[in-house]
């Protein structure tokens, strides 16, 4: 299948490349080059980032401290993250425009579907920050919320492995990959791809879900040419 726009969700922790926290410039510079190519092929783009690199709400909580509080502490380290993308994309001549579930002025505008439709007609890449803008929901479910309403083709998930397997690869070199999965037998092995609320968003919504590795340079547009390069969740 052809895929005519994406909702790229990227992990904060990944930013990190090999920093122990915070953002890796070549790591940021790779990604950046990764969606110039896609440009090219004339892919429209919307991307969403998590915070994981700068904080976690949930480590708030562990500590005592209000979720509520903690969440939107999450939500401003994603607006953090998309800055920096969007600085790199620029660097790298690629029009870019940047909403926000949190709007925080003149830094970006308000989300809402209509408008990133619009930019993403215009052939720019549109990063949504802030999350859903709402506590209580991750960044896998922002990412499925908002593939929804810019009406993606796919949500491609990157992340350090080239896919789906049945065990950690990391931690057992005989786990088996899978290449394509429904969304009900990755839901019957108890395989944890994104959580419940973006997983049902998706299924509800006919939004496969690409899992593949981010970090190998070029890896994006291979896996959006073949999906086999990673592993396709579908209805």
Do not use: W
Not at 56 to 63: H, P, S, Y
Not at 117 to 126: D, F
Not at 188 to 206: E, R, V, Y
Request: glycine content about 10%; proline content about 3%; charged content about 25%.
């Amino acid at each position: 299948m052809e895929y005519r726009r994406i909702l790229l969700k990227l992990s904060g922790e990944a930013l990190m490349g090999e920093n122990e926290y915070g953002i890796n410039s070549e790591r940021l510079a790779q990604y950046a080059e990764d969606i110039r190519e896609l440009t090219k092929e004339g892919i429209e783009v919307a991307i969403v980032i998590g915070g994981g690199n700068i904080y976690r709400g949930m480590e708030g909580t562990a500590v005592g401290m209000d979720r509520v509080q903690g969440d939107y502490m999450g939500m401003l380290a994603t607006v953090i993250n998309s800055m920096a993308l969007q600085g790199a994309l620029e660097k790298a001549s690629v029009k870019v425009k940047h909403l926000g579930g949190l709007e925080i002025a003149p830094i970006n505008e308000t989300m809402n579907r209509r408008t990133a439709i619009e930019y993403l007609n215009q052939k720019m890449v549109t990063i949504i920050s802030g999350g859903t803008g709402n506590p209580y929901f991750t960044t896998d479910s922002a990412s499925a919320l908002r593939a929804v309403e810019t009406r993606a083709d796919v949500l491609l998930k990157g992340t350090r492995v080239d896919g789906v397997y049945s065990e950690d690869p990391e931690t057992n070199p005989e786990a088996k990959k899978y290449t394509t999965l429904t969304f009900d037998e990755a839901y019957s092995k108890g395989l944890k791809i994104m959580d419940l609320t973006a997983f049902t968003l998706c299924k509800q919504n006919h939004i496969p879900i690409l899992v593949f590795d981010m970090n190998k340079p070029g890896n994006l547009l291979k896996a959006i040419k073949n999906p086999e390069k990673g592993t396709l969740v579908h209805t």
